[in-house]
Each structure stands twice: as C-alpha cells, then as structure tokens.
C-alpha cells in the first residue's frame, strides 16, 4: 500500500540555522500539506500545497517558512533561520483530488537547540 | 475561530468493553470528519472518515455523525489493548483542524 515518506526522522540544528525538511507524497495525490505537532500539543495546519501553489496557510507559516515541489515526486518545507520553538514533529500530508481523506507521513522531529 | 472540543481523558475501559469517544466542533459549514490514531511518538492514522449523519461501521469501529448537534463520536467494540492510543478527531475546511485528542487506555 503507497506510504507518504518523509526524511530524515530526525533533525537537529542550532537556533538560526536553516532546515530543509522533505516528504514523498503518495503518487496519484494531488494536495499536500505541513502540518506540525509541538509535544503534547495539537495537530496544527501549516500550509497546503495544490498545482504548484500555497492554497492556505496559518498565521504559524510566516515568512521564516517556504514550500517547494522541486521535482514531480518531492515536497519540501524550508525554515530559515530556526528558532528555538520551532522545535516539534512536522508531519507531511497528501490526499487525492477526489477525496477529503488526508494520510500522513512517519514524521520529523525537529530539535533546535 | 474553528474549534475542535475532545475530552482529553485518560479514559480507562477493560479489555472487551467498549469505548466511547467524543468530539463537538464549532463550525456548521463543516462537512467532513474524521478519527486518527496517535500512538505516542507516531503520526496519525486514519481509520474512520464520516461526511453525512448517522452511523458508519468499519469493523470493530462505528463513527457517528450529527450535525444538527455539531457532534461526532467514534465507538470501538471488543477493545483491545492494542487500542491503546491517543484517538484524534478532526474537522476538514480543506486544511484538518485537529481537536487535543482523547488518551485511551485499554486494560487487561
């Protein structure tokens, strides 16, 4: 059964540095999401992702924060210069065009320090 | 502001019973909804999406939608141990709004 993968697992960065966080949505889906989770904390919406562009994003995704499908299978989010609550688990999403269902991927947890 | 109420539990039932799971969420022009699997330290999983009132069964899982109260519920029969989890509810606008979560323990 086709998996979102996302890499790596695990991320640690020190405050100011820029990661680059990857995921591979499930082939035929066509919307892509970030969505993170602070420790023992909400699932809370980052951005959506549909033809190319941000469809929606939340008042987390300022402008530290950018989106990219560089090729027809990956999905990248991008933080700048990390902060030291931006620490969490940034999960990757994709559903079809014809379905609300989201599925999402394994995660990365990010640590800044 | 969209909400998504959940009790956040624990809530404790023996291996068997069945466990009830609630969720309110403020926004009438919602119109899908979901349940999601936590276990600790992973990502959700789907396991009931629900989009019209009533019932709908999966196997050992019935979500239960009415909209008229903004309530959905997610029961799980013959719970088992391995039921053990974190059970999220979720409104979809496009994005998911996740509701805190409900912390399952099912005991032997």
């Known amino acids: 059964e086709p998996e979102v993968t996302q890499t790596p697992s695990h991320q640690v960065t020190q405050m100011g540095q820029e990661v680059i966080l990857r995921c591979v949505p499930i082939?035929?889906?066509?919307?892509f999401y970030w969505y993170r989770q602070i420790l023992g904390q909400k699932v809370e919406f980052l951005v959506s992702?549909?033809?190319?562009?941000?469809?929606?994003k939340s008042e987390i995704f300022d402008d530290q924060f950018s989106v990219e499908r560089p090729d027809g299978s990956n999905f990248t989010l991008k933080i700048r210069s990390t902060k030291l609550e931006d620490s969490a688990m940034y999960f990757c999403?994709?559903?079809?065009?014809?379905?609300?269902?989201?599925?999402f991927g394994p995660g990365t947890r990010l640590t800044v320090t | 502001q969209k909400e998504v109420e959940q009790n956040s539990g624990p809530l404790s039932v023996p291996e068997g019973a069945i466990a009830s799971l609630n969720c309110t969420y403020s926004?009438?022009?919602?119109?899908?909804f979901f349940w999601y699997r936590q276990y600790s330290g992973k990502s959700p999983e789907l396991i009931m999406s629900i989009y019209s009132n009533g019932d709908k069964e999966d196997g050992r899982f019935t979500a239960q939608l009415n909209k008229a109260s903004q309530y959905v519920s997610l029961l799980i029969r013959d719970s088992q141990p391995s039921d053990s989890a974190t059970y999220l509810c979720a409104v979809s606008y496009g994005k998911l709004t996740f509701g805190q979560g409900t912390i399952l323990t099912v005991h032997p």
């Open positions: 082939s035929n889906h066509l919307y």
């Open positions: 926004d009438r022009v919602s119109q899908s």
């Open positions: 992702f549909y033809n190319n562009e941000i469809s929606e």
């Open positions: 999403a994709s559903n079809r065009k014809s379905s609300y269902e989201q599925y």
